[in-house]
């Protein structure tokens, strides 16, 4: 009886898989290390066992498992999480990814590869592998650790970015030259097709699985998944994307739904054993002769990794105001390149346009700088501890100061937030109205036959039908936000009417056009000019009417998009420098020495040195909670200490109760801000009791740091003076609101 090779062939990469991560597994080292082992052994440059016969098959399936790979990234990160992040992380991602660039670019060249080989070269090591990171910070114990979030922020932000680098460089690969105009279509094209996908999939998505979730049983959660991916997977490649931005912006889409873990659990089997198979064919493509062969550049390129990385991702986290620790461990911790940048590499032959070497370097540079990842987490801290021991006291109080400075809320003017507004308003409702004008000229009118010359009543038909989905959003391009606060309190200051009016004039103008791109779609040059007045004339007779439909569109799509977020809740982390405190949020569990006590009988702060910030009990919030508040079985605190206060603080729980410390989940949006007190601000001179910061906004001071000197929990009475830098937990609303009246 004849077996197809595909079988014969899986079964020996999946054999030989097993076994290599169970010595992998053994030895503690990370398994995808193991499969790229099993990948070697089972390719054609090795014959200590079979050989793989039907490496096409392979290869597809490998493919499937880049899929499956990206699918689960994407649930894994969400434009929620990408809000997130902030500043910090973002600032630090774009320069570490930068440098990066230009690093692998200059050793290739020095090497004296060709310009692509070294483009290439620059991508591959340009992103952090967020499979060994995660695994790394498992087993060194270190996720909850304050450096972690900025680490995970990066990672956010290198996804995102590795996402537009293949755009790119396969924009790049197809014209084989630097052509500026070609980069920027390709980018304004993503970002074209990523808005429409988000906003579509954020307004239909949720509500669907919403809506059958009474029918929607595990097999068919994960049907539905799994096709919604592939479908996505269609339309990036009809766009003339990867298969690859397809799975990850669906992964992306589905995370703000609240089915996003389960479909991440149900989705994980599926995506570990595809992935073995992709891990499996790198492995398949690594020729020994070819890195003995490359020993030196392999040496060069992994030195260029570690330090370029570390001190890139240093700097940029020094840049964007984070204290020297975390961004000294944040810059070790990101020291080697994973998974993104074998799909780099992949792409890289794929399309025929990098030499044959480049790709088992890159996989040797991984396998190297993943043994090394656990051992530079270790010593980073005793690195940064030399670091800060060698920097003279000046240069560590200035970037002390300059760390405080960037995170102090400043007023934020009105022409910022109207324009800022105007910007927002202007690119997402012309990239709805055309996308909308598109598919119903290009699908829709095809459809119906509107496109033959004796067809004009379908014509008309399907432009009405257009026309009246375009409506709300023609309406809020326009109007949307002309009657705001901001916008008010320019109008207020004469002098600034003018060019208000024109900025409003503006949007007139951009939504006369665009219904002018609409009608010139479905009718004659003569008969679009009356159509278009037509229109602008039933828009403004209308316009109560379409308020009323845009308002119950908007408000749909952001209680989509925000439901998961209410029903889980978040928490922003921030941390306390320079006494390295972050914030940590416990469930006290039933059988906890904290249950029935008042916080005054715990005397967590004298015992511990840690400060309770907020307890969610239910579906009420106590912030800044007084000493008389006692605790209860299934009360969410959120508590504020360095690492090894709070890791005490697990340690009394589970000692004392025999039970597992309190874990970590996500909750209110209680944070850490600090701010600097500069001359002419109203809170210098007073008390923190007179300042009313706790009345106020219900949070805490928790540090000044004065002249050098800390204060931790300093007293009410102690006077704010000019140059403190003061630390405040509460929550983020309530501290914007106070400090930026007090620094206006």
């Not at 910022?416 to 004008?437: E, G, H, P, W």
């Not at 459809?447 to 432009?463: F, L, V």
């Not at 977020?565 to 906890?592: C, F």
């Not at 929550?731 to 620094?743: A, G, I, V």
């Amino acid at each position: 009886m004849h077996l197809p090779p595909l079988i014969t062939d899986l079964a020996l990469i999946l054999a030989a898989a097993a076994v290599t991560t169970l010595i992998f597994k053994r030895l503690k080292q990370p398994l995808v290390l193991g499969y790229i082992v099993a990948g070697l052994l089972v390719g054609p440059h090795v014959s200590l066992v079979p050989t793989v016969t039907d490496e096409a098959n392979i290869q597809t399936w490998s493919e499937i498992g880049v899929i499956f790979l990206l699918f689960s990234l994407g649930l894994e990160f969400s434009f929620r999480k990408l809000i997130k992040v902030g500043g910090s992380a973002s600032i630090t991602a774009v320069i570490e990814v930068g440098i990066m660039l230009l690093l692998g670019y200059a050793a290739g060249r020095l090497l004296g590869w060709s310009a692509m080989d070294s483009i290439f070269l620059g991508g591959i090591l340009s992103v952090s592998s967020t499979t060994i990171i995660i695994r790394a910070f498992e087993e060194l114990g270190v996720k909850g650790q304050q450096f972690a979030g900025l680490v995970f922020g990066i990672l956010v932000v290198e996804d995102l970015v590795a996402i537009v680098l293949l755009v790119l460089l396969s924009t790049l690969a197809a014209s084989r030259q630097f052509a500026g105009m070609e980069m920027l279509g390709a980018v304004v094209k993503l970002l074209f097709f990523l808005i429409i996908w988000f906003v579509a999939g954020i307004f239909f998505l949720p509500t669907l699985l919403k809506r059958t979730r009474n029918l929607m049983s595990e097999e068919t959660l994960l049907v539905t998944s799994i096709g919604l991916c592939l479908l996505m997977v269609v339309l990036a490649t009809a766009a003339g994307f990867s298969p690859a931005l397809g799975a990850f912006v669906m992964g992306s889409i589905l995370a703000e739904t609240t089915q996003a873990e389960k479909i991440e659990h149900m989705v994980k089997p599926v995506k570990e054993l595809f992935g073995a198979v992709f891990f499996v064919s790198v492995g398949m493509l690594i020729d020994p002769a070819m890195i003995v062969k490359y020993a030196g550049p392999v040496a060069i390129i992994t030195v260029i990794t570690v330090v370029g990385k570390t001190l890139s991702t240093t700097i940029g986290a020094l840049v964007s105001g984070q204290p020297l620790k975390p961004a000294v461990q944040a810059g070790m911790s990101l020291a080697q390149i994973g998974e993104f940048s074998f799909i780099i590499a992949t792409l890289g032959l794929t399309l025929g346009v990098t030499s044959d070497f480049l790709y088992p370097i890159a996989v040797a540079v991984s396998a190297v700088t993943t043994f090394t990842t656990p051992f530079l987490i270790k010593v980073s801290a005793p690195v940064y501890a030399r670091v800060a021991a060698i920097l003279p006291h000046r240069w560590k109080t200035t970037l002390n100061r300059y760390s405080a400075a960037t995170q102090t809320i400043s007023a934020v003017s009105d022409w910022k937030l109207l324009l800022r507004a105007y910007f927002m308003n202007i690119v997402l409702f012309s990239v709805i109205i055309i996308a909308i004008v598109l598919l119903a000229a290009y699908y829709v009118l095809p459809m119906t036959g509107g496109n033959t010359p004796d067809h004009h009543w379908a014509r008309i038909a399907t432009a009405l039908v257009t026309l009246l989905v375009l409506s709300p959003f023609l309406w809020a391009l326009v109007f949307r936000g002309a009657t705001s606060k901001a916008s008010a309190n320019i109008w207020r200051q004469k002098k600034y009417r003018g060019p208000l009016v024109l900025l409003r004039m503006l949007r007139v103008a951009l939504a006369v056009m665009l219904i002018g791109f609409f009608v010139d779609r479905f009718f004659s040059t003569a008969v679009a000019l009356l159509v278009t007045l037509g229109v602008i004339g039933l828009l403004l007779v209308m316009s109560r009417r379409l308020q009323t439909f845009y308002t119950s569109i908007e408000a749909r799509f952001f209680s989509n998009f925000n439901e998961r977020e209410t029903r889980v809740g978040g928490i922003n982390k921030q941390v306390l420098a320079p006494w390295d405190a972050h914030l940590a949020v416990i469930a006290i569990q039933p059988t906890s020495p904290a249950v029935g006590k008042t916080l005054q009988e715990l005397a967590l702060r004298e015992r511990f040195g840690t400060n309770l910030a907020l307890i969610r009990r239910g579906g009420q919030q106590l912030a800044a909670p007084g000493g008389t508040e006692r605790l209860y079985p299934g009360d969410v605190v959120t508590v504020i200490g360095t690492d090894e206060q709070i890791n005490q603080l697990n340690r009394f729980l589970e000692e004392e109760a025999g039970a597992p410390p309190g874990k970590s989940v996500s909750e209110h949006d209680i944070v850490l801000r600090r701010y600097l007190i500069k001359n002419g601000m109203p809170l210098l001179g007073k008390t923190i009791r007179q300042a009313g910061i706790r009345e106020q906004t219900q949070g805490m001071v928790l540090g000044i740091e004065r002249g050098g000197q800390r204060i931790l929990n300093p007293e009410s009475t102690t006077v704010l003076e000019e140059g403190d830098i003061v630390w405040v937990a509460g929550s983020d609303k309530r501290l914007s609101e106070f400090f930026k009246r007090t620094t206006a």
